[in-house]
């Protein structure tokens, strides 16, 4: 036997060799279980489509998709941001108001049919699109109805281009006294985890599972919960898969698209219509008074029995009043 020979002491470093190269195999197919399940939820089926005719408008950051009908003044939908948005969310008032006016319902890009791209989105993409859209696809003044964080994105471009706007319906828009702040750390960190390759989709398709989706409509977005359907959650959960879903969605969890405007809203020149869910929860109606006292342009709109989507859970009563205020 070789001197300081220790049978036991060798047994104890190849099993520490072979346990480190266990959990290298261990963490390589975690990892490949993960990519092999992000791919599969990433080719889910197409959302459906909103109606109307389909087209497409080329911006700077991509192909953007959207439905057309009607025939009449122009009037642009912008839906809101949130993990599987989409041009869906008016699906209760799309086809009511094509009846009075030609409706443009484009999906943002990242969003929906449009193109995902891998970027940094910031509150200028919003703005810019909706900008854009009106000036280089409809060719002419419109009308425009925005609900939450792109009703507040859309006021830069209100202000600064007030020929291409003639009235504004805002869906419980934030920003006026909130976001002004930058997201920090904090929201760099999150957005760090959002945009890495594997665990990013992962922590993605956890927030947009059937299970996600159903918590946050009942929780937060209905004040009717049985109103969320198997077949809404479906919808949401179509239009928020596919390759590069991920980036748009997670530039909002982490605060990269706030935008606080409170110096613009004073400055919109256009006659606003504010509609308020009475019950909303995440911003509520307190807020409503901070709008209507720093412009006298904007007028308010409550509507019982409904939380964030007053244009879903009182489609009848909405409609009704968005088409008596554009048009009066």
């Known amino acids: 036997m070789e001197i300081g020979y220790d049978p036991v002491r060798r047994k104890v470093r190849e099993m520490g060799r072979f346990m480190v190269r266990l959990k290298a195999a261990v963490a390589a197919g975690a990892a490949g279980g993960l990519w092999a399940l992000n ?32 025939e009449g003044e122009p009037l642009l939908l912008v839906h809101g941001v949130y993990a599987g948005a989409s041009s869906l969310e ?30 940094r989105y ?12 009106v000036r280089d696809e409809i060719g002419a003044g419109a009308h425009l109805v925005a609900s939450s964080l792109s009703a507040a994105l859309a006021v830069p471009a209100a202000v600064r281009s007030p020929r291409l706007f003639k009235k504004l319906v805002l869906i419980c828009p934030t920003g006026y006294g909130t976001l002004d702040r930058p997201s920090g ?34 929780k937060m977005a209905y004040r009717d919960p049985k109103l969320v359907t198997d077949g809404v959650i479906e919808d949401y959960y179509r239009a928020g898969h596919g ?41 509520p109606l307190s807020g409503l008074n901070g ?13 019982r029995d409904a939380s964030l989507l ?13 088409r008596r205020f ?3």
């Open 291 to 303: 709008f209507t006292r720093n412009n006298p342009r904007a007028e308010p709109r409550v509507f």
């Open 122 to 133: 910031g509150p200028e993409d919003v703005t810019s699109q909706v900008e854009g859209f």
């Open 185 to 218: 750390l904090l929201g760099d960190a999150v957005y760090g985890l959002f945009r890495a390759p594997v665990v990013g989709n992962s922590l993605y398709h956890a927030l947009i599972s059937r299970a996600g989706i159903r918590y946050y409509l009942e």
């Open 39 to 70: 791919r599969r939820l990433e080719r889910t089926t197409s959302p459906a489509r909103l109606g109307g005719e389909a087209r497409r408008y080329r911006w700077g950051g991509g192909k953007i998709a959207y439905s057309v009908a009607g």
């Open 90 to 119: 008016f699906r209760a008032n799309f086809e009511e108001l094509s009846k009075s006016f030609r409706v443009y319902a484009p999906d943002l890009l990242g969003c929906g049919f449009s193109q995902k791209p891998r970027r």
């Open 243 to 283: 390759p590069g879903a991920r980036h748009f969605p997670a530039a909002f969890v982490a605060g990269k698209l706030n935008l606080g405007i409170s110096d613009l809203w004073p400055r919109v020149p256009q006659k606003s219509l504010l509609c308020w869910g009475q019950e909303a929860k995440t911003v």
């Open 326 to 328: 554009l048009s009066g």
């Open 310 to 322: 007053p244009h879903i859970e009182r489609a009848g009563t909405f409609n009704e009043e968005v």
